[in-house]
């Protein structure tokens, strides 16, 4: 299934069923298809299976949610978003689409960090950033001294 999303370094388009992160290998040359990968046995057995899933879910969203809480504290909480949707992903196809969205967006983010206009940009408004603060630093100084102004 081609979605038409162009990859970066080669121009090609990209499979969403394919893992990038797993090693190729001969039997790894077909793409996953989306959908669950729970074991056969537990496949096998529709109880069994619904049983898996709600676990699976349970345990993806508490982890989402996790996540959720780290963004304003302390902690990694985007990564652990992002592996809550992983969790979430061996089973569900909404998370297998979410997730290969969010690595394209992440990829052609990274690649214009890469481009050298943008850095000479980012270079630059840092610059100016540090020019400022130094002005203000300086001029909190001259004006109230060492000392607290109240």
Not at 58 to 64: D, E
Not at 75 to 103: C, D, M, N, S, Y
Not at 117 to 125: A, C, F, P, V
Request: no cysteine.
């Amino acid at each position: 299934m081609d979605t038409g999303v162009a990859d970066n370094s080669a121009h090609a388009t990209r499979e969403p069923t394919a893992d990038q992160d797993a090693p190729v290998g001969p039997a790894d040359k077909q793409a996953k298809p989306f959908g669950s990968r729970a074991p056969a046995f537990i496949k096998r057995s529709k109880p069994l299976h619904m049983t898996w899933q709600i676990g699976v879910a349970v345990i993806g969203f508490a982890i989402i949610v996790g996540g959720i809480v780290m963004l304003p504290l302390p902690g990694p909480g985007w990564a652990v978003i992002f592996l809550g949707l992983a969790v979430l992903g061996t089973e569900f196809v909404w998370a297998q689409r979410t997730l290969l969205w969010t690595k394209d967006k992440v990829t052609k983010a990274a690649n214009r960090a890469l481009d050298p206009k943008t850095r000479r940009r980012n270079m630059i408004m840092l610059a100016i950033g540090l020019i400022l603060i130094a002005a203000a630093v300086a001029l909190y100084l001259w004006k109230y001294g060492m000392g607290l102004p109240f």
